[in-house]
């Protein structure tokens, strides 16, 4: 299992990793072409939207629902294919076991997909004619100022005509999920990880290349996420065909299957996206900030991201489906193994990530970001945030690895009473936090409350005797950080000040920044050998505890 896992894991973080490249060079150029004014905050605004939406019917809520459903078909499938096989000769029994392998799941995805189809229809046109409805909830300020005639007025509608561009996004990348989950199920991973590339191309491409062709480089960006969403779309359709899963859609609202996806998913719209909804309540109050601190929080989030994606998320895609078949398998000693699997990889690349972004943070925004219409001031700005973002680095990267050990288990009433507790401390501590702090103060919240989440998601299932860290992981764990701590001091010492930064042409900048980031994953690297840690402390093992 460890070797599987080990080989999924690399896949998906290699996919990722070039997604996530292409996703810095996606924000270079926006921070290029747009900086952090007024159309870049809108742009960000009008993108982020349908991104919420993707969470709940995509690649948050419905993922989580849907994967153990179809995991559990799938190992239904295979039992009575290999028992229908074992009274036939071997060459009639394998017939008979494929052809049976996929009939049941087959009956699901086309029920499935067929039930989604029609309901994100009808929420992606609502959306799109709903747009002002969307842009005065969520972006209040913008419509207060709109509605006194107030000079930033222009903002409310310039959101309406972006947003009612990117919102068919949304359609295309719910069905692109879809794929992606059947894929990964299947063991398939590396379809799904490679799809969010085109996303980035189709960006990159029309800011450069479109801009010239629309209304301001904001439309042009606006096309490109419609763009990208339709290329992501098409994209799967031969890899599911390939796999003897591209079905006819059929609307089942009542069937076994879907019910029992109905029930998981109405929970976990919820829960599974109170992160979510935390930057969207973070959206609405920095629409009442001075303008660019939608816009910081943006590129603070987007660096954070990196990492997370990366490492949180790549590793949290392979563990789900893993975790849903050994529960539908009812191996309960491999199911916690596995969790504590997930813990250690995250933990081996989150503790370097977080020392090695606060150490750089500056000189890092300076090198990606800092020209065109990116000022030195926007640099100091978005470090600050960041710092912020990235005191919760681990305990997003634990909720992504956490919350599967609840979906997998189908208990999703769990931990949506924990998105509530976290999702109203998150409110209070903004409260508490932006009339002191500004946009700042609202990444600190958004830290805290994560981390909240993060410890009752583990309570939780510590409690239910699921999961417990184990007194060999919490010493492993402890080992990585004092090796982390080592690397941020090495590359401290080796790094400038922000000054003399500034002062470098951008070659001197990248060519020092490349040297700090060599010499601190080797420091890294030599400190976690000298500690002991070895390659067979990543295998997945029984009863640890």
């Not at 799809?195 to 904001?218: D, F, K």
């Not at 401390?425 to 508490?432: D, I, K, P, S, V």
């Not at 951008?506 to 020092?512: E, K, S, T, Y």
């Amino acid at each position: 299992m460890s070797k599987k896992l080990i080989k999924s894991g690399l896949i998906v973080s290699v996919m990722t990793l070039i997604s996530r490249v292409l996703g810095l060079v996606r924000d270079v150029v926006i921070a290029n072409v747009m900086g952090t004014g007024v159309m870049a905050d809108v742009f960000l605004f009008a993108n982020k939207i349908p991104n919420f939406f993707r969470r709940l019917f995509a690649e948050g809520a419905f993922a989580q629902a849907f994967v153990p459903v179809l995991s559990e078909y799938q190992v239904k499938d295979e039992q009575q294919g290999e028992h229908k096989g074992e009274n036939l000769n071997k060459k009639s029994g394998e017939k008979s076991a494929e052809q049976n392998n996929h009939e049941q799941t087959r009956l699901l995805i086309a029920q499935v997909s067929g039930t989604l189809g029609v309901i994100i229809t009808g929420v992606t046109l609502f959306g799109m004619l709903a747009s002002p409805l969307f842009v005065m909830l969520f972006g209040f300020g913008w419509f207060v100022d709109w509605f006194n005639d107030a000079p930033g007025g222009e903002k409310f509608t310039l959101a309406n005509n972006l947003l009612s561009i990117t919102f068919p996004y949304l359609w295309f990348i719910s069905f692109a999920a879809l794929s992606g989950a059947i894929l990964n199920t299947m063991g398939r991973f590396a379809v799904a990880a490679f799809t969010p590339v085109l996303l980035n191309i189709a960006i990159i491409s029309m800011a450069i290349y479109g801009a010239p062709y629309t209304e301001s480089p904001a439309h042009a960006l606006a096309w490109g996420v419609f763009l990208g969403g339709l290329i992501q779309f098409l994209f799967q359709i031969p890899f599911l065909y390939k796999a003897g899963m591209l079905v006819k859609p059929k609307w089942a609202w009542r069937s076994e299957g879907v019910t029992k996806i109905r029930k998981l998913i109405v929970p976990a719209l919820f829960g599974v996206s109170v992160t979510q909804i935390n930057l969207l309540l973070d959206t609405l109050i920095a629409s009442f900030l001075i303008t660019g601190s939608i816009s910081w929080l943006y590129y603070a989030d987007r660096l954070l991201e990196f990492p997370l994606g990366l490492f949180g998320i790549g590793i949290a895609t392979v563990v789900l489906p893993s975790l849903a078949k050994l529960h539908s398998k009812n191996n309960p000693a491999e199911f916690s193994a596995t969790l504590d699997w997930g813990i250690r990889v995250i933990c081996l690349f989150g503790w370097p990530a977080l020392a090695g972004l606060m150490v750089l943070a500056q000189p890092i925004i300076m090198v990606l970001f800092m020209r065109g219409e990116f000022s030195q001031h926007d640099v100091t700005q978005v470090s600050m945030a960041l710092f912020a973002y990235l005191s919760g680095l681990l305990s997003f990267m634990f909720i992504k690895i956490l919350a599967p050990g609840y979906y997998a288990r189908q208990d999703t009433k769990t931990p949506v009473k924990i998105g509530i507790k976290a999702m109203v401390a998150n409110m209070a501590f903004n409260l508490m936090l932006a009339p002191f702090f500004g946009y700042v103060g609202l990444a600190i919240a958004t830290t805290l409350s994560a981390t909240l989440n993060a410890w009752l998601l583990y309570r939780g299932l510590k409690a239910k005797g699921v999961y417990e860290l184990s007194t060999k992981t919490l010493i492993f764990i402890g080992k990585l950080v004092l090796s982390a701590c080592v690397m941020a001091l090495v590359v401290y010492q080796l790094s400038s000040d922000f000054d003399v930064w500034l002062a470098m042409s951008f070659l001197d900048q990248v060519q020092q920044l490349t040297i700090c980031i060599i010499l601190g994953v080797v420091s890294y690297l030599v400190m976690i050998i000298l500690l002991g840690i070895r390659f067979s402390d990543f295998k997945v093992l029984k009863d640890e505890k």
